[in-house]
């Protein structure tokens, strides 16, 4: 599966952002998606997960209540809708699919990445 992710940009510190991450070439219904983050000079971070059918999530403790992922299967679409954010979310955001129907953390068991989308929250 070919995974496109788009929506990031500039933000002040409280400010929104929603990524997008469009997945062509299989049926996205059939993965687990997640979404993960990497800073400058630090390792890619999870950052959430969602089941196929949007049903279960699971979300880094560092941005729970703050961060919300979904998807919509009819469009071949995963979302992050990102709320207060704060300067230390600056990083680069990347999505991934994963086949084996577990919600997981670990960056290396998904299958597939997309490229990321620079999200920069200034103070």
């Known amino acids: 599966v070919q995974l496109q992710a788009s929506g990031g940009g500039l933000v002040q510190a409280g400010g929104s952002l929603r990524l997008s991450c469009v997945a062509s070439g299989r049926t996205f219904s059939n993965y687990v998606m997640g979404w993960f983050r990497q800073a400058p000079g630090k390792e890619r971070e999870f950052v959430a997960a969602?089941?196929?059918?949007?049903?279960?999530?699971n979300y880094a403790d560092s941005v729970k209540g703050r961060f919300t992922i979904s998807r919509d299967n009819a469009k071949n679409t995963l979302y992050l809708q990102m709320d207060s954010l704060k300067p230390e979310d600056t990083a680069v955001y990347s999505c991934?699919?994963?086949?084996?129907?577990?919600?997981?953390?670990?960056?290396?068991?998904?299958?597939?990445w997309g490229q990321g989308t620079l999200v920069t929250v200034s103070s």
């Open positions: 991934a699919a994963d086949r084996s129907r577990f919600l997981s953390s670990n960056r290396f068991v998904y299958d597939y």
């Open positions: 969602i089941g196929w059918n949007g049903g279960s999530t």
